[in-house]
């Protein structure tokens, strides 16, 4: 039988109580999003991926586990072999036998190939989601991807967080 | 767009366009080596950027986990896992550090921090 999601605010709320740590500053947007249409089909897109799994490839710098707010750019032609996560709040077994389950860089490869979406840009751009800062995430990390997606000339941002 | 499998997480932090897929977390896009599924989640959450005319918008995937939902309860009751925190890199292999302290890649690499200040905005192998 189906069952309601998962209340993790809740869920994870009521363990920091209990194991005593401050209460987490979960971060409640309540301004209207910004907002752009879509201006163009699909199929003519170029598609940037973000993901906050802790990605990196073979001989890139590991994420560390201290708010890391450094970004990797893995060029979107890697090898999937090379593909490796480095994370130290979710549960990787399934991530390091497939990355596609966090960093759907084969999922997306593939629409290309079948003229779904447009292409992909140059990169593919990470990050290590577990940075106990949202300021530090707005004004550094953000700022830094936004820097690099219009650089690369993406159309649309797909966002992949663990 | 923002695909999340946290769905109150998601409405709070309010993204202009998002997915939700009802899978464990560390699953956004889908289940391991399952090209099929992976290829459905990515469809439909594409898809959406054509559908929604809403900011805030949220669109609920069909996808199931599995018929048995017992995961949903599984971390519950559960200490802390998360690992110490530290500034060591978390190498998957002994290889990859071997690979990293070469530096080949040090700029791909970026340093977040001082990116507004232009000034060392590369990084480089430990």
């Not at chain 1, 869920?11 to 194991?19: C, V, W």
């Not at chain 1, 209460?23 to 249409?37: C, H, L, M, S």
């Not at chain 1, 219009?150 to 797909?158: F, G, H, Q, S, T």
């Amino acid at each position: 039988m189906a069952e309601p999601p998962v209340e993790y605010i809740k869920s994870i709320t009521r363990q920091y109580a209990k194991l005593g740590y401050k209460p987490y500053a979960w971060v409640y947007n309540t301004d209207a999003p910004p907002w752009q249409p879509l201006r163009k089909p699909l199929a003519q897109c170029r598609v940037a991926l973000i993901a906050s799994g802790g990605i990196y490839r073979h001989g890139q710098t590991a994420f560390h586990s201290k708010d890391d707010t450094s970004l990797r750019l893995i060029p979107t032609d890697v090898r999937t072999e090379d593909l490796r996560t480095s994370h130290f709040a979710y549960d990787q077994t399934d991530a390091r036998k497939d990355p596609n389950v966090v960093f759907p860089i084969d999922t997306l490869r593939g629409l290309v190939r079948e003229g779904f979406i447009g292409g992909l840009t140059e990169h593919a751009f990470t990050f290590m989601g577990g940075i106990y800062s949202s300021r530090r995430v707005r004004e550094d990390v953000a700022p830094a991807i936004t820097e690099r997606l219009k650089a690369e000339r993406a159309d649309l941002a797909l966002l992949v967080p663990v | 767009m923002t695909m999340s499998s946290a769905l109150d997480i998601t409405r709070a932090v309010n993204p202009p366009r998002a997915i939700f897929n009802d899978f464990p977390l560390g699953h956004t896009a889908g289940k391991p080596l399952d090209r099929k599924l992976q290829r459905e989640i990515m469809i439909e959450t594409l898809s959406a950027f054509a559908t929604m005319h809403t900011p805030g918008s949220i669109k609920l995937l069909p996808f199931e986990w599995s018929a048995d939902h017992s995961w949903k309860h599984a971390g519950a009751g559960a200490g802390d896992n998360r690992t110490e925190r530290t500034e060591v890199p978390m190498y998957q292999t002994e290889d990859d550090k071997a690979a990293a302290l070469e530096g080949k890649l040090a700029e791909e690499c970026i340093v977040c921090s001082n990116w507004s200040a232009g000034a060392g905005e590369r990084g480089s192998a430990p």
